[in-house]
Every structure is written in C-alpha cells, then in structure tokens.
C-alpha cells in the first residue's frame, strides 16, 4: 500500500487560512470516510486533529477543519497561529482492511 | 486519563529478535482494539500493526507480515510486539496507540526507539 500524497510543505502567515491536500484512490481515501488527521511537533507524538473525514476530537480548536472530494481529502487551518507551526499527517482506512499514512506535510508559519 | 507506556526498545543487530511492551492505564483495555505505529527517524508514520480487541484478529503492514506478532494479555492490560529478523529499516521510534484500522488514533504512547545495527 502506497503512502498518500501530500505536498511536501505549506506556510502562511500568522492569521490566514491555508489548506492541506491528501490524495489517494478510490481504494482508500475516495473509498471510504475514514480519513484521519494529525499534528506532530518535533520529538513529541502525533496528535489527532481530524477524523473520519471531518470530526473534531474534544479539546481540538474549531480553526481546525477537515473535509473530502473524490479521491482527496483537505485540512484547513484557519486563524494561522505560531502553534500550528508542525508536521501534518493524513491517513485513511484501506480496501485491504489496513490503514496507510499520508506522506506528510510541514507546516510553516511565516 | 489514559496513559499507554512503551518499554523494551534499544539497540539490536540486524536479524535480532526484540519485544515491545505497551502498558496500559486509564480505560477498559479489554473493551478496545490496539495498534502500533512506527516512524523512522526524520520519515513519516507508517501503520505497522492492529490487534482486536479479544486478540482474535490482526493486521499486519507487509513490510513486517511474517516478521512481527502483535498480541495482548487483557489480564495485564498489556499489548505487545514481538520483532524477529529485524533489519535495519525496522529502525525507528515505535508508538502504541488506541485504536483499530479505520486510523482513528486518539491516544498514543510517548514511543520507544528500536535500532538495528551492527
């Protein structure tokens, strides 16, 4: 199973939005609405943001957004903050009953 | 609060054998699925393995199928990851979390480094 598809870094500056892209197939992302996201910081364990498609986790700030088209699944952070400056990773349930991460995103804050 | 604790990491040569312990606290183990997820130093997370949670089904990624076994004593609270023929790409930090293959991972243990070297 191939790791999905996300671009290799995104930035913006503090208080606009930006959005991250998640591209699988119709094995996967576009197969299912179990697509997850995360938020890992340096040395520290990833952090659920965002699952099945679009779902908050209690606790999660609202600027926090997820949302899925065919075969591609997006994060939008909004209100860009200086702690949103992190990894991102996707991930989504699979036809081989398994579940496979994106390749990640790092996220700048200019 | 749930808590899930690694142990049983260091260094190992290649086609060593080494477990992994995840002990865990804070909710109904016996009641959920457990997974282990991997990632190698400066790569991203890769899923490894999913166990349910009567043990009685399990996934395996197919870069550990036949090499790993993941298992769990309930009466323990304790879920496990038994690493045979490691190679040097099994090296990573290796994390326990709570949850099943749809990849919904709400709580992670703080990851434990496995390194295979000679």
């Known amino acids: 199973q191939s790791a999905l598809t996300q671009p290799a870094s995104v930035s913006g500056s503090p208080g606009q939005s930006i959005t991250i892209s998640c591209t699988g197939s119709?094995?996967?992302?576009?197969?299912?609405?179990?697509v997850s996201w995360y938020q890992q910081h340096p040395g520290k364990a990833p952090k659920l943001m965002i699952y099945?498609?679009?779902k908050r986790p209690s606790g999660v700030s609202n600027r926090f957004s997820g949302s899925k088209s065919g075969n591609t699944a997006s994060l939008t952070i909004s209100g860009l903050q200086a702690e949103d400056e992190a990894d991102y990773y996707c991930?989504?349930?699979?036809?081989?009953?398994?579940?496979?991460f994106g390749t990640g995103t790092k996220v700048t804050v200019l | 609060e749930v808590q899930l604790l690694e142990s049983g990491g260091g260094l190992v040569q290649p086609g060593g054998s080494l477990r992994l312990s995840c002990a865990a606290s804070g909710f109904a183990f016996s009641d959920d699925a457990m997974s282990w997820v991997r990632q190698a130093p400066g790569k991203g997370l890769e899923w490894v393995s999913s166990i349910s949670a009567s043990g009685g089904i399990t996934y395996y990624a197919d870069s550990v199928k036949g090499r790993f076994t993941i298992s769990r004593d309930n009466s323990r609270t304790t879920l496990y990851l038994q690493m045979n023929s490691l190679r040097a790409e099994d090296t990573a930090v290796y994390y326990c979390?709570?949850?099943?293959?749809?990849?919904?991972?709400?709580?992670w243990g703080q990851g434990i480094l496995v390194t295979v070297s000679s």
């Open positions: 119709s094995s996967d992302v576009g197969g299912y609405n179990y």
């Open positions: 991930s989504s349930y699979t036809s081989r009953s398994t579940p496979v």
């Open positions: 979390t709570k949850g099943w293959v749809d990849s919904n991972y709400l709580y």
């Open positions: 099945d498609v679009s």
